[in-house]
């Protein structure tokens, strides 16, 4: 199995000084106490590039929080794969239930962006997750598995990680128990491995949704979890560092 990864997902959060202040105090952080897992922070497009040269040689990794699935072309406001990988990132995160309902993004298209990021060299972070509804329905389990068969390319165990976040745990302190997170990513592995065959099986399945340095340890030494995508958290250097190094070593 790889190293767990520990993600930041910063969201439509940081400017240039505070952003550049939270990636120069990580650097430092990981400089003097490596973690015991893999590092990646997903800023805000307008700080990729600027993250990148400011995490560069550290062990840091860069990454986006959406891209289009064309190289090029007539899209005003969107951002590449390539043009990502062009500013330095390295994966990018896709899917994600705020871009799936804020921007009615499909499995369609998120698999559309799969494969491109994959075709630009970046690793790419799909998340999947049920809305409160659908847990209350019972239906989670289908939901995910759904919406793993229709955003999935082909070829994505090459590079790809998946992260299972239950949309109503995202930004409301509420967790899953670790019983139903270890059933999801249970699941999950079932699904990737079943798809992909031996590749399926060390994909990285990471949760997100309310993941901080009090729940972390917990959450991170449950079977087939594979990292944290972490929201709130990683705007704060030291609850991030401290999320890290709960990570499983
Ligand atoms: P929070 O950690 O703020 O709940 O956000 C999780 C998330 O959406 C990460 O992508």
């Avoid at 952080?29 to 307008?46: E, I, N, S």
């Avoid at 298209?109 to 990021?117: E, H, I, L, S």
């Avoid at 209350?136 to 390319?153: D, I, K, T």
């Amino acid at each position: 199995m790889p190293r767990q990864l520990i993600a930041g997902n910063w969201k439509m959060n940081g400017l240039s000084v505070a952003g550049t202040r939270l990636a120069g105090a990580l650097r430092e952080a990981v400089a003097t106490a490596p973690p015991p897992c893999d590092l990646l922070v997903c800023p805000p497009f307008t700080l990729v590039g600027r993250l990148a040269h400011v995490l560069l040689g550290s062990g840091v990794a860069v990454g986006g929080q959406d891209c289009h699935a064309e190289a090029a072309g007539a899209h005003t406001g969107d951002v590449s794969a390539p043009m990502l990988r062009d500013a330095g990132a390295t994966a990018v995160i896709l899917g994600h239930s705020e871009r799936r309902a804020g921007h009615g993004e499909t499995d369609g298209q998120v698999r559309a962006k799969a494969a491109a990021a994959l075709a630009a060299g970046l690793a790419p972070i799909v998340c999947v997750g049920e809305t409160l509804a659908e847990r209350e329905a019972g239906r989670q389990e289908a939901v995910v598995a759904a919406q793993l068969a229709g955003s999935l390319p082909d070829g994505f165990a090459v590079a790809g990680a998946v992260a299972y976040e239950p949309v109503w745990a995202i930004g409301t302190g509420k967790t899953p128990t670790e019983t139903e997170i270890a059933a999801m990513h249970a699941m999950i592995r079932r699904t990737l491995a079943a798809r992909f065959g031996t590749a399926g099986e060390s994909v990285r399945i990471l949760y997100g949704g309310s993941v901080k340095p009090s729940n972390a340890k917990a959450i991170l030494a449950l079977p087939e979890v594979g990292g944290a995508l972490v929201g709130g958290a990683s705007l704060v250097a030291e609850d991030f560092l401290a999320i890290a190094a709960a990570a499983r070593a």
